[in-house]
């Protein structure tokens, strides 16, 4: 086979092959997702809760239990690396009341465009709890694991929605979803009657 057409077959042939992009980039260990999560932390896109554009998700019907006022353990492992950060927030009624996204700032490149960094909030801002966390910007050798303690306000509700947001800098815009990943669970939590009620938050309708 001359040269010029080997060339071109073996470009065709490359052409042919299927590209394996990456689905899911964080996995919700701790506490139990509302949704039944794949391996990679599937489907998790589309905010503010996961499920995508395909795939709304399957709940999990776990209702995790909490103590107000007291610390609340969070587990997520990451499962395809992007550097970033992760966010937290809670909603009372209704997931409406959770944030929009963190503002992000852009580049523009020959891939298109692709997210920079993003606002964190310091202090945290309602409904958001805690920002900034896990931040990281060296890619690790294995798939890492991060853990933390997020102080729960003292109140009660049957079902709160605990949302994690993981941002990712260096990023092409998704649909859904834009430059976050999202998963959330149900909590029910239980106000410590020790406490004074924390009234910056919405009562239980």
């Given at each position: 086979?001359?040269r010029?057409i080997?060339f071109?077959a ?5 052409v042919?092959?299927?590209q ?12 139990a997702s ?13 905010g ?11 709940p ?7 103590v ?12 395809i ?5 992760y966010?937290?927030a809670?909603?009372?009624n209704?997931?409406?009341e ?7 700032a852009?580049?523009y ?15 945290p ?8 966390l ?25 079902k ?25 669970s149900?909590i ?18």
């Open positions: 086979m001359p010029s080997r071109y073996i470009c065709a042939a490359l042919a092959v299927p394996v992009v990456p689905q899911a980039h964080f996995k919700l260990l701790e506490p509302w949704l039944v999560e794949t391996e990679r932390g599937d489907p998790q896109k589309a503010p809760c996961g499920g995508s554009a395909t795939d709304k998700g399957t999990s019907g776990v209702v995790n239990k909490a107000g006022g007291s610390k609340f353990h969070l587990k997520v492992l990451e499962t690396y992007h550097p970033g950060h966010r937290v809670l909603s009372v209704s997931r409406n959770l944030p929009p996204d963190p503002v992000t852009e580049r490149t020959d891939k298109g465009v692709y997210s920079t960094w993003a606002v964190i909030q310091s202090p801002q309602l409904p958001v709890i805690a920002d900034g896990f931040m990281h910007y060296t890619r690790p050798t294995t798939p890492q694991t991060y853990e933390t303690d997020i102080e729960l306000p003292n109140i009660s509700c049957k709160c929605t605990l949302q994690v947001v993981q941002f990712m800098a260096e990023h092409g815009y998704n649909q859904p979803g834009g430059y976050s990943y999202h998963h959330c149900d029910a939590i239980t106000a410590d009657p020790a406490k004074p009620v924390d009234k910056r938050w919405p009562s239980e309708m």
